[in-house]
T-cell receptor
Framework: GAVVSQHPSWVICKSGTSVKIECRSL??????MFWYRQFPKQSLMLMAT?????????EQGVEKDKFLINHASLTLSTLTVTSAHPEDSSFYIC??????????FGPGTRLLVL | RKEVEQDPGPFNVPEGATVAFNCTYS??????FFWYRQDCRKEPKLLMS???SGNEDGRFTAQLNRASQYISLLIRDSKLSDSATYLC?????????????FGDGTTLTVKP
C-alpha cells in the first residue's frame, strides 16, 4: 500500500515552545492531507484539511493561529503547534489522500508538553 | 446522532470464532466506505474498501447496504493477531470529497 511518513515520531518539549511536525507521502502525490489528533481511548478527531497551494480548512473549535498548517507541495504538509501547553499533549496523525480517495495514515507523532 | 455509528464493544472471542461488526451512517450522500484497523498506540491502517457488491479478502468479508445505510465486516477463523480496534470510515461527495468521517471504533480481543 501507499506510504506516508511523519517526523518526528515523538517529541517532549517545555510549555511555551513551538513544535513542527512533517507529513510526507512517499510514493504518491496528495492534493489533500488531513491532520488528526487522538487522545487516549478516544477516536480520531479531525483538526484540519490541508490542501496544496491553498489555506487549510480548520474544524470547529480548532484554533488556526495555534495549529499552523502549510501544504508546501504535493508530498509535504507541516503542522506547527505554537506555544504548546500540557493540554496539547496528544497523538497527532496525518493522512494523505490518494487519487482513489483512500486515506493512508502516517505513523503518528506523540507530543508531550511538560 | 453521530454521522457514523459503531457498536463500541468490546468483543471478546476465542480463537477460531467468527465475529461480525456493524456500522451505520446517516448521510445518504456518502460516496465510499472503508474499514481500518488500529492497534494500540499506532496509526489506523487500511483493512479493506467496501463495495456495493460485497468484497472478500481472505478471512475478511465486507458488505454494504446503501438502502439501509449499513456496512458490515465479518472476520472468520479469528486469530490472536486480529485483536485491535476496527474503524468504520465513510467519505462524502462534493465539497467534502475525500474528507472522511470515522466511527468511534469497535474493539476486538481474540483470546487463546
Amino acid at each position: 500500500g501507499a506510504v506516508v511518513s511523519q517526523h518526528p515520531s515523538w517529541v517532549i518539549c517545555k510549555s511555551g515552545t513551538s513544535v513542527k511536525i512533517e507529513c510526507r507521502s512517499l510514493d504518491f502525490q496528495a492534493t489533500t492531507m488531513f491532520w488528526y489528533r487522538q487522545f487516549p481511548k478516544q477516536s480520531l478527531m479531525l483538526m484540519a484539511t490541508s490542501n496544496e497551494g491553498s489555506k487549510a480548512t480548520y474544524e470547529q473549535g480548532v484554533e488556526k493561529d495555534k495549529f499552523l498548517i502549510n501544504h508546501a507541495s504535493l508530498t509535504l504538509s507541516t503542522l506547527t503547534v505554537t506555544s504548546a501547553h500540557p493540554e496539547d499533549s496528544s497523538f497527532y496523525i496525518c493522512s494523505a489522500v490518494s487519487s482513489t480517495e483512500t486515506q493512508y495514515f502516517g505513523p503518528g507523532t506523540r507530543l508531550l508538553v511538560l | 446522532r453521530k454521522e457514523v455509528e459503531q457498536d463500541p464493544g468490546p468483543f471478546n472471542v476465542p480463537e477460531g470464532a467468527t465475529v461480525a461488526f456493524n456500522c451505520t451512517y446517516s448521510n445518504s450522500a456518502s460516496q465510499s466506505f472503508f474499514w481500518y484497523r488500529q492497534d494500540c498506540r499506532k496509526e489506523p491502517k487500511l483493512l479493506m474498501s467496501v463495495y456495493s457488491s460485497g468484497n472478500e479478502d481472505g478471512r475478511f468479508t465486507a458488505q454494504l447496504n446503501r438502502a439501509s445505510q449499513y456496512i458490515s465486516l465479518l472476520i472468520r477463523d479469528s486469530k490472536l493477531s486480529d485483536s485491535a480496534t476496527y474503524l468504520c470510515v465513510v467519505n462524502f461527495r462534493g465539497t467534502n470529497a475525500g474528507k472522511s468521517t470515522f466511527g468511534d471504533g469497535t474493539t476486538l480481543t481474540v483470546k487463546p
